[in-house]
């Protein structure tokens, strides 16, 4: 197959060609630390009853950074977006969740700093989730987050907790 439209299209269909319309469930959540650091307001579509697909939006200032191991400088800030695809394995409640992204990081402030430059993270998930079986109802997860940062060396490992509602 010479089209790449072609590909793409059969790609989409094997990925969502099982989805059946009244399970897709998506979920909003808080979660403090994890893949955007400090805290962050999620948004997830659950496709196809395993597949995950996650965008958030997380914000961090000069006085959390320390917590962090990356100081800002004074009045430095930062939104983080962190945007994972993931895979729920196990029961319908309880579920080990794997997953895999990057997160785009945006300084409000020009700096001259290494660290304080903008750009993207790669970062991986690996979890225990607890979700209600009903359409609706209770999300918690509780999460590591290994982020791959270029400017420090390489990897450093976050944890996480999530809570939200799934509907």
Same mark, same amino acid.
């Given at each position: 197959?010479?089209?790449?439209?072609?590909?793409?299209?059969?790609?989409?269909?094997?990925?969502?060609?099982?989805?059946?319309?009244?399970?897709?469930?998506?979920?909003?959540?808080?979660?403090?630390?994890?893949?955007?650091?400090?805290?962050?307001?999620?948004?997830?579509? #659950?496709?196809?009853?395993? !597949?995950?697909?996650? =965008? %958030?939006?997380?914000?961090? $200032?000069? &006085?959390?950074?320390?917590? +962090?191991?990356?100081?800002?400088?004074?009045?430095?800030?930062?939104? #983080?977006?962190?945007?994972? !695809?993931?895979?729920? =394995? %196990?029961?319908?409640?309880? $579920?080990? &969740?794997?997953?895999?992204? +990057?997160?785009?990081?945006?300084?409000?402030?020009?700096?001259?700093?290494?660290?304080?430059?903008?750009?993207?993270?790669?970062? %991986?998930?690996?979890?225990?989730?607890?979700?209600?079986?009903?359409?609706?109802?209770?999300?918690?997860?509780?999460?590591?987050?290994?982020?791959?940062?270029?400017?420090?060396?390489?990897?450093?490992?976050?944890?996480?907790?999530?809570?939200?509602?799934?509907?």
């Amino acid at each position: 197959m010479k089209n790449p439209i072609i590909v793409f299209l059969i790609c989409v269909a094997i990925l969502f060609g099982k989805t059946n319309i009244s399970s897709a469930k998506n979920a909003v959540y808080f979660e403090y630390a994890g893949t955007a650091l400090n805290s962050s307001i999620n948004y997830e579509l #659950l496709a196809r009853n395993d !597949i995950l697909i996650r =965008i %958030g939006l997380g914000y961090i $200032n000069a &006085e959390q950074s320390v917590n +962090f191991g990356d100081k800002f400088s004074e009045n430095q800030e930062a939104s #983080l977006v962190p945007i994972t !695809i993931g895979k729920l =394995i %196990g029961q319908k409640q309880h $579920n080990l &969740e794997l997953g895999a992204g +990057f997160i785009i990081k945006y300084f409000h402030r020009e700096s001259q700093f290494e660290n304080e430059k903008n750009g993207v993270l790669l970062n %991986g998930l690996i979890g225990y989730r607890y979700q209600s079986i009903k359409n609706r109802g209770f999300l918690v997860r509780l999460t590591l987050s290994p982020i791959y940062q270029p400017i420090d060396e390489g990897f450093k490992v976050y944890t996480g907790i999530s809570i939200g509602y799934l509907f």
